[in-house]
């Protein structure tokens, strides 16, 4: 039992293969540049949110800090994003919000992740009850939730312990940006210019 659910969870060589062709077609140097990156998910450079965001995305999966993704880091990426636990998604998460590194996101974090995730989301931000949330209404409700000390900042353990018991702040939280459609597309059409 365990290792069939080991299986599920790990990609298989056929599915490696198949994004390092991908990975090669479209970084021929080896190393995937941010705005590639950003290409994938469909979003354009420039001071909007989704830019914004996808810049600490990036970053945070950038291990060796290089400013670029090599083959390793991309596959570690993808497979977090499309198969990872909640719990690996959340550290991850954390790890993006949190700037300055230091382990906690402080009321300037919270607030401004808060804004960029309120601005992807095109403010369409509600309660249980269906009833629109301004973004400070969002800002205060998660720190609410999640902030168990109540001393303005969020740990690592606070912000685990609160996303995952809190539906609302879980779902808020989560951003739908799936790359495997953008790769499924690319083989697609590379296959397609081959016939």
Known sequence: MGQSESYEKEMELSEIQSLYKSFIM???SGSLYLHEFKKIFGVKSGPNPASIY???????????????????????????VLRGKLEDKLR?????????????????????????????KLGNVTDESGNNLSVEEVCARVI?????????????EEFLEGAQRDAWVKDF????????????NQQQVKEASEI
Not at 174 to 184: E, F, G, K, M, V
């Open 26 to 28: 479209e970084c021929p």
């Open 54 to 80: 996808l810049d600490n995305v990036f970053k945070s999966f950038d291990e060796n800090g290089d400013n670029t993704l090599d083959f390793i880091e991309y596959v570690a990426a993808l497979h977090l």
């Open 92 to 120: 991850w998460s954390f790890k993006v919000f949190d700037n300055d590194g230091n382990g906690r996101l402080d009321g300037d974090e919270i607030a401004r992740i808060i804004r960029i995730i309120y601005k992807i």
């Open 144 to 156: 609410e939730r999640i902030d168990e000390n109540n001393d303005g900042d969020i740990s690592l």
């Open 173 to 184: 939280l989560s951003l739908d940006a799936n790359p495997s459609c953008w790769i499924q």
